[in-house]
């Protein structure tokens, strides 16, 4: 791994470079805090919503692991350029880039609305600084950590509850090699997760 490019609550990502294939990567890394087995679900639920939205909005996923001291990581995409908050930060008025900006944002909704309408997935955390642009106006959304599969038979949020403290989960979860054992979601029902500005 070369440097750390981003950080977030749950995730520090880093440069890096994939040596069989020749190619620059992203390698996404739990970072320590708060209770360890919810943060490992929804690491894990992350590598597996983004990898089911193949879409040109999306940095695909490229492998789901652990490193050598058993921290998960997430192999990905390397997405070079600056996020919508640095090039909205960078205009001196509003009105400069507007071109450039729309079609950034159209290609932003093209990609949420894909994950809503044929995965009925929910960002959740949505925002300028969660966009990347890259260098030929191609647009990512990242960050799908705390993203929501919809439940499909009924039309609401799929949720399960927060294991009760002294339980196993609560100690600590073994997500194993394979990754099987991860629950499709771990938020309890009225949890506010994201960024308030942007809810």
Known sequence: MRAEIARGGMGAIYHAFDRQLGREVAIKVVIPGGRTDIRLRRFVKEAQITGQLQHPGVPPVYELGRLPDMRPFIAMKYVGGDTLRTLLDRRLKPSRDLPRLLDVFEQLCQTVGFAHTKHRIVHRDLKPANVMV???????????????????????????????PGSNAANGVDVGSDWSNVDSAVTRAGAVLGTPAYM
């Open 134 to 164: 890259g260098k030929h106006g191609e647009t990512q959304v990242m960050d799908w950590g705390i993203a929501k599969i919809l439940d499909e038979a009924v039309g609401r949020l799929d949720v399960d509850e927060f294991e009760e």
